[in-house]
């Protein structure tokens, strides 16, 4: 088995790494001066099992692109099996036709990676689930759910908790932790005018007095998480913490966390910190280093993975 590293997440790719006891594959990956990415795997990978981590986060074509050009070394290096390996998947939000002449671009990202020549991905939490299904090749879908279970419990008691999801298609996702937990459930009701504003309607569920913990799988501008702490506080919660496996945390979305009621926000690292982000007072990052080590050592081994999912 040889792990590659590409340039968008290096920590993590270290970490999965230290993890597994495994040293990193050498290998170049630079620009052209006009940015023109330009790979180069430096030993020998001719019949390996290779697995290559990249999410593809800011900047997100940039990255894609080196994914797709490593893969494509790989492949004509003779390996055996490649794995892209994605903590964070981007252009998963675009996984359906939201209106005339728009594309599914998620499709378009599962067409171009099996084409450059990945076997099967691994990735962890899905924007939507049916993204799994435009893929010809296995992909495993990992959820952050078990480190955010083990942060919540090491921190809160169980008897005041509410998981809240921020839309209603969130609400598998919130469930699933609140029946781990054994907590409360509710949903903020909301209706989005237009992309990236949205406005909170209604929160169902019984909140009053209570620590509310919001669950996402994605914050970007974190304005829908904002709004829906703002609701909450003026129904009458107590606290109210955020749980978010991608945290995206785009232009001034770091500020509006730091401004908004939310206590704490939580994230994994499955997306680079940025400086404000390390700097933050009240954000701060859960490592899934070793979720993504035991679900790569599992695929090298022919094992299961839904295990992991426990």
Known sequence: ?????CNSNRPLCEAIAAY???PLTKAQIRRFADMEVFVEILENVRGEDVFVIQPTSFPAN????????TIDALRRGSARRITAVM????????????GSRTPISAKLVANLITRAGADRVLTLDL???????????????LVAAPVFVKDIRSRFSSDNLVMVSPDVGGVVRARHISQRLDADLAIIDKRRERAGVSEVM???GDIDGRRCILIDDIADSAGTLCNAAVALMERGAAEVFAYISHGVLSGGAVARVGASPIKEMVTTDSILATEAVRLSHNVRQLTIAPLMAEAILRIAEE????SLFQ
């Open 87 to 98: 903590p964070y998947f981007g252009y998963a939000r675009q996984d359906r036709k939201t």
């Open 62 to 69: 940039d990255n894609l692109m080196e994914m797709l050009v």
């Open 127 to 141: 924007h939507a689930g049916q993204i799994q299904g435009f893929f010809d090749i296995p992909l495993d879908n």
């Open 1 to 5: 088995m040889k792990i590659i590293a």
């Open 20 to 22: 597994l006891q495994i």
């Open 202 to 204: 209604n929160v169902i």
């Open 303 to 306: 094992k299961s993975v839904s």
